[in-house]
Structures are given as C-alpha cells and as structure tokens.
C-alpha cells in the first residue's frame, strides 16, 4: 500500500488538458519536495518535474507541477498520443525515514 | 551526463543471495546521492536504498532492512546491492538511480539505468 496516493488511471483525448493528482500527509508532501516522473511502457522512469514545479531538462512546457498543502498535481496542457504512459510521484517522508512513491497513474490517451 | 548500466541479477531461490551492480561513466558520480528502486512485474515504483556521496549516510526501506547492504566505490564510479536472505517478494526489476544536474539534496531521481531483473523462486 503506497503511502502517497494516486489515481490508478486517468484519459483524455489529444489535445485536452489532464490533471493527476498526488495525495500525501504533514510528513512528506508538506514539508519537502515532490517530484514526478514518466515510465513509457518497457522503459525506465525519467524525471519529469522536481522540487515541487519544476520541469527537469528537456521537458516540454506542456507538463507542470503544483503543491498546496499535503497535495500535489502533474498537468499535461495539449495532450499527446506519446504522453500515454504511468506518472510517478515521490516525496521524502520524514516519519518513514524513506522515499515513497506514489502507486502510479496510467495515463490513457483515447 | 550520467549513465548507469546495472548487471548481476537472476534466478536465485528464496533464502539465497545476489549482488548487484552499477557502473557509472561521468566524473559526477562522487558527487551524487545513489540510490536502487525496484519494480515487481506490472506493479509499481519502490524505493529500496540510498547512499550519500561518501558514503556517510545510508538509509533502506523496512521491507530490507537487515537484509540489504548498499555501498559504494567512488574511485571505480561503481555502486552495489547486496542482498540476502532473499524472498519471492524481492522479485522484480532493480534501477540503479542517480541525482542530476537538475535535482539534488538526496531524494531525486535525475538519471536511471535501463535496470536488472532478480528472480527469487524455488
């Protein structure tokens, strides 16, 4: 059971706009960072937004990060067949003494 | 830029043990936090272990505490898992992972290796 939680599955059709969310507590989303990341089906992971809304290199403006309290959100503006894949969030967890990951959210794009 | 190419897994049988590598190219690895993060066949992303960059600061997840030992050699850019006692459960497909130019502070995963898969199964 992932200690940040995620919408197993979200869609939308190219162009849209789709939101995930990122659920959390007082002891990691809160307080630290959240990072998301992108794992296109038979690959690995690859960062896509850190320190809460920032986009990693290379990302295009079309992905942006936001936090308010102990949530978090990935948006993807001008959605693209290449965007279908699972998004990741993680964040520190001072009361774990650990990194936890969110359980992922496929993204759908019809 | 780093890249991170892991080998050493397989097929081991529950009780037994396996250690795994990765060897980074780039003059940046001392300078990083390391980290390995598994995946079990279709499910999702767990974090497993950290080291600092030297190797001062180690932290596991309670699901291998005791069991898993992360260590470093900078001079060899190389990073290991030892795992023992070794149950089905730890089946999965292990990254070796890195901070990046763009993330820091020891909770970032800026680059990934391509991952190596451990089979834990009589």
């Known amino acids: 059971q992932s200690v940040l939680a995620q919408p197993p599955s979200a869609s939308g059709t190219p162009g849209q706009r789709v939101t995930i969310s990122c659920s959390g507590s007082?002891?990691?989303?809160?307080?630290?960072?959240v990072y998301w990341y992108q794992q296109l089906p038979g690959t690995a992971p690859k960062l896509l937004i850190y320190?809460?809304?920032q986009r990693a290199s290379g990302v295009p403006d079309r992905f942006s990060g936001s936090k308010s309290g102990t949530s978090a959100s990935l948006a993807i503006s001008g959605l693209r067949s290449e965007d279908e894949a699972d998004y990741y969030c993680?964040?520190?967890?001072?009361?774990?003494?650990?990194?936890?990951f969110g359980g992922g959210t496929k993204l759908t794009v019809l | 830029e780093v890249q991170l190419v892991e080998s050493g897994g397989g097929l081991v049988q529950p009780g037994g043990s396996l250690r795994l590598s990765c060897a980074a190219s780039g003059s940046t690895f001392s300078t990083y936090w390391m980290h390995w993060v598994r995946q079990a066949p279709g499910k999702g992303l767990v974090w497993v272990s950290r080291?600092?960059?030297?190797?001062?600061?180690?932290d596991y997840a309670d699901s291998v505490k005791g069991r898993f030992t992360i260590s470093r050699d900078n001079a060899k850019n190389s990073l290991s898992l030892q795992m023992n006692s070794l149950r089905a459960e730890d089946t999965a497909e292990y990254y070796c992972?890195?901070?990046?130019?763009?993330?820091?502070?020891?909770?970032?995963?800026?680059?990934w290796g391509q991952g190596t898969l451990v089979t834990v199964s009589s």
């Open positions: 007082s002891s990691n989303i809160r307080v630290n960072y």
């Open positions: 320190s809460d809304n």
């Open positions: 992972a890195s901070e990046g130019a763009s993330c820091s502070g020891g909770s970032c995963f800026g680059h």
């Open positions: 080291i600092n960059p030297d190797g001062s600061r180690i």
């Open positions: 993680t964040a520190w967890d001072g009361s774990l003494s650990g990194i936890i």
